[in-house]
């Protein structure tokens, strides 16, 4: 079994399993979040979910560690307009190829270590915030305001203390902003020199 780490990677990864010759499993970090169900709604919109204490990565090991084990999980789903997670349970089986997203990903050591290759998306600032603003607007229930504010706020300065410096732990790095096609023929490339 493959397990393959990436840094963000905007579907361009998603297009690659398609090429891939056996099962494939996916999982998001981003279900990992911690609930904030304790919390008022406006206490948890206070809360920097860019910062990596944001995140269960203790159940996220433990998952990652099974799926290495041959063993099917149940992970959490997060619901992103509360910031709780839901009652709902996502089961997701050992594949032959085990494919995790989220931009803190290889921000910790605990979890780059048990992936076989690690991929990092780079992409410009304002790449990132052009693709960011219509996904927390379309997927995640904040106003283009919220999302903005988020941005100057939380998500770059998280970006450059935690998410760029984990380039460096990295077995790829893509270019974001190629031709997808490009991404997919590097992606293909470094998932062959797994076996």
């Not at 891939?20 to 499993?25: I, R």
């Not at 910062?51 to 996220?60: A, G, M, Q, R």
């Not at 410009?124 to 379309?138: A, F, G, L």
């Not at 935690?162 to 490009?182: F, K, R």
């Amino acid at each position: 079994m493959g397990i393959v780490g990436h840094h963000h990677i905007f579907g361009t990864l998603q297009r690659a399993q398609e090429t891939f010759d056996g099962s494939v499993s996916t999982l998001a970090f981003d279900s990992y979040y911690h609930d904030q169900g304790h919390m008022t709604l406006d206490e948890r919109a206070l809360v920097n979910y860019d910062h990596p204490d944001s995140l269960d990565v203790e159940l996220f090991t433990r998952d990652l560690e099974a799926l290495r084990n041959g063993t099917a999980i149940e992970t959490p789903v997060y619901d992103f307009s509360t910031h709780t997670r839901s009652s709902e349970i996502k089961k997701v089986a050992p594949a032959d190829l085990v494919v995790f997203d989220g931009i803190l990903l290889l921000a910790f050591p605990e979890i780059t270590s048990l992936l076989d290759l690690r991929v990092f998306v780079e992409a410009t600032e304002s790449t990132r915030y052009n693709r960011r603003i219509p996904r927390d607007v379309e997927e995640r229930g904040r106003t283009s305001e919220q999302s903005r504010m988020q941005f100057v706020e939380m998500v770059q300065p998280m970006h450059e203390l935690y998410v760029g410096p984990s380039i460096d732990y990295a077995d790829l790095v893509i270019d974001g902003e190629q031709n997808p096609h490009l991404s997919i023929v590097e992606i293909n490339s470094a998932l062959q020199s797994l076996d």
